[in-house]
């Protein structure tokens, strides 16, 4: 789950990192409200879950409470990378001297948190990673032992912060490592971490992303979850428990099991096809639940057929047969199907499939193969 730049500086100042006093507003009105308040000087923030808003026009520096009014107006009504701008973030303006990067994230390849942070921080830290790899640092924190006191002064002295700002650089890495622990996040990153003129160190923009898997137990999290942002598909998904990601292929894929899925997407490419989705409905799935699942594939107009390859274990294939029936019902696809059933009551699955016209399989690869010539006949 992706937070929103306000949403992600709430956290870090629970944290004690500084960030710059501000509100979030919805109309151009209260922005204006919020710029009185704060004495004139604000910096106007499309708050939308895309980043390199600022090159997008979708951040700008007011120098008193009429012209914020003015810049709200204006940014509320844009479009940034195809997402609508609904809310924005009023904050103080600071006046800066110097923009540095700093994040954790997982790293995979090392099992651990990594603490990441260039000097070259501002608007393009993708292009310094690219071009000057050199200029970023990065230290492993081991998540049993925390942050040490010590890792913080490294990664200040690497990146050549003079020392009148190490103290307060240490207590920022501290709270940015327990926002990202705390919060169960695979990001917390703050770019800029500016160097104002009046000598602090602040917070000027924050990004999180909050792992998912670990949504039970960050219950207060799930109310900040912005669903005008996702996409319909994803909700519906969400609300049935199915894991579901759309590619850009045109064969739709039903699978339970992320392990057959993921096969069944290497059979369909072997075969010179592209999966159109990523699609497990889990173990024990139910009518109901086969039949969101074939809502959810079919809504996406790319795809051209449908391959549905369930192995019965604890999920019957009678019921995903019935689910089928279900949404074939109430969505009449134009799609030609071809379903692949073998295991728990597959017998009694195929005999309720005999008379819904579906092309049916007797191995992986068969019914990859007619799912490929299908979608290219279609
Ligand atoms: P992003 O483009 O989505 O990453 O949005 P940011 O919040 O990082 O803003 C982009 C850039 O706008 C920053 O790198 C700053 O250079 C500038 N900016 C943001 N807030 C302020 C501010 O309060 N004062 C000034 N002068 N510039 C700001
Ligand atoms: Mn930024």
């Known amino acids: 789950m992706k937070l929103h ?3 992600s500086k709430t956290i870090f100042a629970k944290y004690g990192v500084p ?20 004495g004139g000087r604000v910096v106007i923030k499309s708050q939308v879950l895309v980043g390199g808003r600022g090159k997008a026009g979708g951040i700008k520096v007011a120098k008193n409470a009429a012209e914020a009014e003015q810049l709200a107006q204006q940014i509320l009504s844009m479009e940034i990378k195809g997402l609508p701008v609904r809310k924005i973030l009023v904050d103080e303006a600071a006046a800066i001297e110097k923009e540095i990067y700093f994040s954790i994230t997982n ?21 310094v990673a690219a071009t000057n790899p050199e200029k970023i640092i990065k230290v492993h924190i081991d998540p049993l032992l925390g942050l040490r006191d010590y890792q913080a002064r490294d990664i200040a002295a690497s990146i ?18 327990q ?41 207060d999290l799930n109310e900040m979850r ?32 992320a392990g057959l899925a993921m096969t069944s997407m290497d059979i369909v490419k072997l075969f010179n096809g592209e999966p159109a989705n990523f699609l ?3 173990g024990g799935a139910g009518a109901d639940k086969v039949a969101a699942a074939m809502r959810i594939i079919l809504s996406d107009s790319n795809v051209k057929a449908v ?41 009694e699955g195929r005999k309720l499939l005999e008379n819904a016209k579906m092309i049916t399989a007797e191995t992986l690869a068969d019914a990859a193969q007619k799912a490929v010539q299908a979608a290219q006949q279609n």
């Open 226 to 257: 912005d669903t005008d942002e996702e996409a319909p598909a994803e909700i519906e998904a969400r609300k049935y428990g199915l894991s579901y990601i759309k590619l850009d292929g045109n064969i739709g894929c039903m699978v339970n099991g």
């Open 160 to 177: 050549n912060l003079p020392r009148e700002y190490w103290r307060d650089f240490s207590k920022i890495a501290e709270g940015l490592w």
């Open 307 to 347: 391959l549905f390859n369930i192995f019965g274990g604890i999920t019957r294939c009678d019921e995903v047969a019935r689910g089928i029936l279900v949404a074939m019902d109430e969505v009449k696809p134009k799609v030609p199907m071809v379903v692949r059933l073998v295991g728990t009551n597959a017998e």
């Open 107 to 127: 790293d995979r390849a090392a099992k651990k948190p990594v603490m990441i942070a260039s000097a070259a921080g501002g608007v393009d830290i993708e292009e």
């Open 179 to 219: 926002a990202y622990r705390k919060t169960d996040a695979t990001l917390a990153e703050i770019n800029p971490l500016v160097i104002t003129e009046d000598k602090r160190l602040i917070a000027l923009d924050g990004k999180m992303l909050i792992d998912d898997n670990a949504m039970f137990r960050q219950s």
């Open 5 to 7: 730049e306000y949403q």
């Open 19 to 38: 960030i710059p006093k501000g509100r979030v507003a919805a109309t151009a009105l209260e922005a204006r409200h919020i710029a009185e308040e704060l």
């Open 280 to 282: 497990d409905i889990g």
